[in-house]
């Protein structure tokens, strides 16, 4: 079983880190908080920039292979190229660590923690950073997002790879210059339509027996199990087959999508005759 899904592995990691954090001071755990932290030496932790980008290639740390951007990935439609792009990416990233860490160099862009992928939803070209993205439809990008996060991270059973950092928050897409002051007012049809693609990737494929929730079918399995099918395009590709506990809450996501599906017929019924704040609130 790949680390990013054990959770007993998971658990022990956790301990450990809260052991280590339990043994810090309270201005030793603030520096921590930085995404450029320095080192602890009397607890034998070193100093670490999480800050690196992997978006379609190692960012901004010397030579390396540059892949088109996020919006030309995606206009491929093909998800295993996806995954194999991260692959190749965090190999690169792995062996640029590696060199950096005999090198005793910490700094920026040279760390295993990649801020990718970016899975907002391009909904506005005046936001400046669409091409980063892989378009405006939330499926479409909660498949690409999925497949380019386990190329990064891998399938060992004891080690990540690389870890990505899912970027950025919902409904984040502009202004670029006011993005951490700006206060962006979005409906709960948007919300929930588009900006929130895990709640709309639940629903997908139900009737063939497959769930792919972006970020918690990584880790959790009570719902699902795995199972690999050959493919011609590559690597074998991995399903998801709903547990008992899965088809039970399979069922609840359904009620709640047909809930969300009639409230969003309803606005556009009512839509001529009343403003969307006014049926939302």
């Known amino acids: 079983m790949e680390l990013s899904r054990d959770e007993i592995k998971n658990e022990n990691i956790r301990k450990t880190a809260k052991k280590l954090t339990d043994m810090m001071t309270s201005e ?35 030579l390396a292979t540059v892949f ?13 190229l996806a995954e194999q792009v991260a692959d190749a990416v965090s190999t ?13 160099d910490t700094g920026r862009y040279k760390g295993l923690t ?17 091409h980063e993205t892989y378009g405006e439809d939330p499926y479409l990008t909660s498949r690409m997002g999925i497949r380019f996060i386990e190329g990064l991270q891998g399938h060992d059973e004891n080690y990540l790879k690389s870890a990505a950092c899912v ?10 210059g006011l993005r951490h002051e700006f206060n962006a007012v979005v409906s709960k049809k948007d919300m929930y339509g588009y900006e929130l693609i895990e709640e709309v990737s639940k629903v997908v494929d139900v009737n063939d027996g497959t769930i792919y929730p972006l970020l918690k079918r990584l880790t959790n399995e009570k719902y699902f199990e795995t199972y690999l ?43 001529e005759n009343h403003d969307e704040k006014a049926i939302f609130e």
């Open 28 to 62: 030793e755990k603030i520096y921590q908080t930085l995404n450029s932290t320095p080192p602890i030496e009397r607890l034998g932790i070193n100093g670490y920039d999480w800050w690196n980008e992997g978006l379609h290639g190692v960012a901004r740390a010397g």
């Open 92 to 104: 690169e990233a792995r062996a640029k660590y590696n060199m950096q860490q005999r090198m005793d």
């Open 114 to 130: 990649l801020w990718a992928p970016n899975i907002n939803i391009f909904r506005d070209p005046r936001w400046g950073r669409g």
């Open 229 to 271: 099918v050959e493919s011609n395009e590559g690597p074998p590709r991995k399903y998801y087959k709903l547990t008992v506990l899965g088809e039970e809450r399979m069922k609840e996501l359904k009620e709640i999508w047909l809930d969300f599906s009639s409230s969003v017929n309803q606005f556009i019924e009512e839509s």
């Open 167 to 176: 970027k950025h928050f919902a409904v984040h897409s502009g202004p670029e």
């Open 68 to 80: 088109p951007q996020a919006i030309g990935l995606a206009a491929t439609w093909d998800e295993t």
